[in-house]
């Protein structure tokens, strides 16, 4: 080609047919025209492979990023999702955090990522087997000796408001430490995460404040204790496949559907289940909306699941559109009646938000998986020591013994516990004589239901777990019944971003009450009373009082002049002036100004937890909130051995019936109706054991 000139090249009419190149032109311009075609399109692909290269360095480096910071922003603390809706997991199971880390490898950088609570220092991960590097770990990083240390390797312990004195002072830096981590890894449910929550830790810093620790350590009721995280059910079973434990929240108000989801959690365990989370829907009496905030919610939205599940071995949680994606739509699941694969209503998995659709969604789950139709009213749950049969036969003979009276002892009757509680570590027998003090059955988790794939616990007629884990669920093992409690104690206490508020507001109620000189001249600690007065849509009319007769119920518990504050959903405080002729009142609304950015839907929550530290406390009977606030009491009266730890006693009361206003005043085992208040059995004593499972 280099020897054509210009002018020797024929002049031609692409266009035109009658228009035919010479033999000699055609073999001169075929080369030609093939080879500028040949140069023209390796250049333009070397172009677009440029172009396409660096537009996919910018984009995945972005998406990653974008990922990375989605999961961060999420509200839970160290909580992170794969997707919308989706995989619980820890942060470094992600593909898009590994991504994300092989480009800081890379930059040879740390990254700092600001989320809605704080700043977490982001450093590549090791795995469990090169946890001993000097590598910084943010914090819930532990040392050899337990001691919490920051992401510098600095001991943060003091500031850990779950450890006692003699844990603090047996603690002390050391900058080679160790991940908290699982060894299991079935099903993709890595333990471990840099960046897991410690459910044991309370620090508000991030959270709003308070910034006095003192107040902070006042809230916590909560106990630290590292080797409860190994404890693995008798069901559990790492090699066998796996097992589902699904549930309908219940219909009722927040503190229904909260001892409902409690029962549920510690039944998983129990069972060796994986727990699937209800998808985020709108809560009866949670679905304020006077402002742009959150009203379709999870329970991960209260309770640090993401960490429990973390930091638990033999203890998993999946969402509803995890399960859904990977047993549903993928044809794993079965009709349990015809044996026919059940795809999920449209093959829809995502419920978020879809209040209308869960109903199709929960026929279907009760299509597919065993639906016990459980009665706390008439039964235990029991679950065996074991997978043996033998330990099923062990309750059932146990039972009988119990019923019939050959096991010695006269058929059990609430009264003869009344006062006298079963010592916790206790036969299996004697611990069941005072479950059964008011039932007389026992529903065992028996081999059909250990071989059941998926169990879902369904609210329908005559079915509802209304009633406290622990006062349905029995324990063949006393140590297992004992980590139970501790389990939920422990773990199952509301989020950082509401606690701490909270704690603001109790702050705010002392100084308060440091001030009210027409009580006493001398408050230093802020001491306050406290009550919880139910009203609005309540449904037992025997506790709907007069304000002047609730006031000549509780006035002599009560201190004249004192600082007292109420607790209710009543919008009318004028209806509360007869207390106020008596008493220095006070409502949550008095304290708005210290938590401005609190969603409303949280205000009952926080009322509990005020209520929690008051003096005295007078409860509305039947009312589950004034239950919790009771169970709060017992656990840190418990903690701290105050006034009736030993027999799980306490200053609280109940207006009316007149027959219950002593019942937290002395020892009462469960009885019916089993919502009504708490039992001192969730609390007392519960501590015992631990080195036994250590």
Not at 30 to 52: C, M, N, T
Not at 426 to 437: G, P, V
Request: hydrophobic fraction near 35%; glycine fraction near 6%; aromatic fraction near 10%.
């Amino acid at each position: 080609m280099t020897g054509l000139k210009k002018k020797n090249l024929p002049i031609t009419n692409p266009s035109s047919s009658n228009t035919t190149p010479s033999s000699t032109q055609h073999a001169t311009c075929i080369p030609k025209r093939r080879s500028d075609a040949l140069l023209l399109i390796l250049g333009i692909s070397v172009f677009i492979f440029a172009v396409l290269h660096i537009t996919w360095h910018s984009q995945h480096l972005h998406s990653t990023t974008h990922a990375h910071n989605s999961g961060l922003k999420n509200k839970l603390d160290g909580f992170v999702r794969e997707t919308k809706g989706e995989r619980i997991r820890g942060a470094d199971e992600l593909t898009g955090e590994r991504s994300y880390e092989k480009s800081l490898q890379m930059s040879g950088s740390g990254n700092k990522v600001k989320d809605d609570s704080s700043t977490i220092d982001h450093h590549v991960n090791k795995s469990a087997s090169d946890a001993n590097t000097n590598h910084s770990q943010p914090i819930k990083a532990v040392t050899e000796n337990n001691a919490l240390v920051d992401s510098k390797g600095i001991d943060v312990t003091q500031h850990t408001s779950s450890q006692s004195n003699n844990e603090r002072n047996n603690t002390k830096p050391n900058s080679a430490v160790r991940p908290v981590a699982d060894s299991n890894n079935k099903h993709n449910n890595t333990k471990t995460n840099s960046e897991v929550h410690p459910v044991a830790h309370l620090n508000c810093v991030d959270h709003g404040g308070p910034q006095d620790q003192t107040i902070i350590d006042e809230m916590v009721f909560w106990s630290d204790i590292p080797s409860d995280a190994s404890y693995v059910s008798p069901m559990y079973d790492a090699n066998a496949p796996e097992k589902y434990l699904t549930f309908e929240p219940d219909h009722g108000g927040w503190n229904n559907i909260r001892m409902a989801m409690e029962t549920a959690l510690v039944m998983s365990h129990a069972m060796g289940r994986t727990l699937v989370l209800p998808a985020e829907q709108g809560m009866y009496l949670l679905s304020k909306s006077d402002r742009e905030q959150k009203r379709h919610f999870g329970f991960n939205d209260f309770f640090h699941l993401d960490s429990i599940a973390l930091e638990h071995k033999g203890f998993k949680v999946i969402t509803m559109e995890e399960f859904l994606t990977r047993e549903g739509v993928t044809g794993r699941l079965r009709n349990k009646d015809t044996n026919q694969i059940m795809y999920p209503p449209h093959n829809q998995t995502d419920y978020n938000g879809a209040d209308t659709g869960t109903g199709n969604l929960f026929q279907y789950l009760r299509q597919i998986a065993v639906t016990p139709t459980w009665e706390p009213w008439d039964c235990a749950l029991a679950i065996p020591s074991s997978t043996d049969q033998k330990a099923v036969d062990e309750l059932n003979n146990t039972l009988h013994s119990i019923m019939d009276g050959s096991y010695g002892k006269k058929k059990p009757t609430l009264e003869e516990f009344n006062g006298h509680p079963t010592p916790v570590n206790a036969s299996m027998a004697e611990r069941m004589r005072e479950m059964l003090a008011d039932r007389e059955q026992l529903c065992i988790y028996d081999k059909p239901l250990q071989e059941a794939n998926v169990i879902h616990l369904k609210v329908h007629a005559g079915v509802r777990l209304l009633t406290h884990f622990y006062a349905f669920i029995f324990f063949a093992d006393w140590k297992q019944d004992l980590w139970s409690k501790r389990f939920v104690r422990d773990h199952l206490r509301y989020v950082d971003d509401i606690v701490c508020a909270a704690a603001r507001v109790v702050e705010a109620v002392r100084q308060h009450a440091r001030k009210n000189v027409n009580y006493k001249a001398s408050n230093e600690e802020g001491i306050y009373d406290g009550m919880h007065v139910r009203r609005g849509d309540f449904q037992y009319p025997p506790v709907l009082l007069p304000a002047e007769q609730l006031y000549d119920l509780s006035k002599e518990e009560l201190s004249e002049n004192a600082t007292l504050y109420i607790a209710t959903d009543e919008r009318n405080k004028t209806w509360f002036e007869p207390f106020k002729k008596h008493y220095d009142v006070v409502f949550l609304d008095d304290f708005l100004h210290v938590i401005p950015d609190v969603n409303t839907n949280y205000y009952g929550m926080i009322d509990q937890l005020v209520s929690y530290k008051s003096r005295v406390f007078y409860g509305t009977w039947w009312s589950t909130l004034s239950g919790y606030v009771n169970r709060m009491r017992g656990y840190y009266i418990a903690k701290h051995k105050r006034e009736g730890w030993e027999d799980g006693t306490m200053q609280s009361y109940y207006f009316t019936p007149a027959e219950r206003k002593l019942q937290m005043r002395t020892y009462i085992p469960v009885r019916k109706p089993i919502y009504c208040k708490e039992f001192a059995v969730a609390w007392r004593d519960i501590d015992k054991g631990i080195e036994e499972l250590a």
